[in-house]
């Protein structure tokens, strides 16, 4: 995640760094973000949940818009830039991927996840891509929870009558890992590119982060 962040052309940033461990030595961690600028770490219970955590990032976080980051996905250097540019473009209150590229570990494969559905107003975007106008969370925050708080996100912001872009397919690779147990959705990675569309062997970072 550090080196996703670090690597943003966006310059006006901050970065939030939430852990919920009861670990006293975090001795290791406070060494990598030493040397970054505008970094904030916030240690919470580990009984907190990871809906809660994302609040306390918000709460935290000085920015006008707020991105959630995933520290097992790639995002490319202009990840935020883009993103900021959609919401601009678009007037939407929340940014991200419906249409979404994906490394499958398993087969050394990158796929196109939910095809078509790129560059338009949706009900849905994938949570690791959320991008945030703050004035959201004034109406919508995350719910108590440790699994699908995102989607719940989601479904509050529809009801509320906020808008949802999904923007284009570029700069965003999901890292679907071997090990299912790392991912929320445990599901086949057979069923998981179903509906795919296979893009090329190895993982396509030259091609799509730009």
Known sequence: MINNYLQQDYENKELIVVINTDDNDLSHVKDKLSKIQNVKLA????????????NKAVELSKGDIVAKLDDDDIYGK????????????????????DSHLAYVESMDKTFLIREGKDCRFSEFIIGASLVIRRTVFEKVTFHNKNRGEDSQFLK?????????????????????SKNI??????????????????????????????
């Open 43 to 54: 240690q919470l219970s580990a009984a907190l949940t990871l809906g809660e955590c994302l």
């Open 78 to 97: 202009s990840y935020i830039s883009d993103a900021i540019l959609a919401l601009d473009y678009s007037g939407a209150d929340v940014v991200g991927k």
């Open 156 to 176: 509050d912001c529809n009801d509320k009558k906020i808008t949802i872009y999904s923007s284009d397919i570029y700069n965003y690779i999901t890292i679907r």
């Open 181 to 210: 147990n790392n991912h929320t959705w445990k599901i086949d990675d057979q069923d998981f590119i179903k509906n795919a569309k296979f893009i090329c062997n190895g993982l396509a970072k030259e091609l799509y982060c730009i």
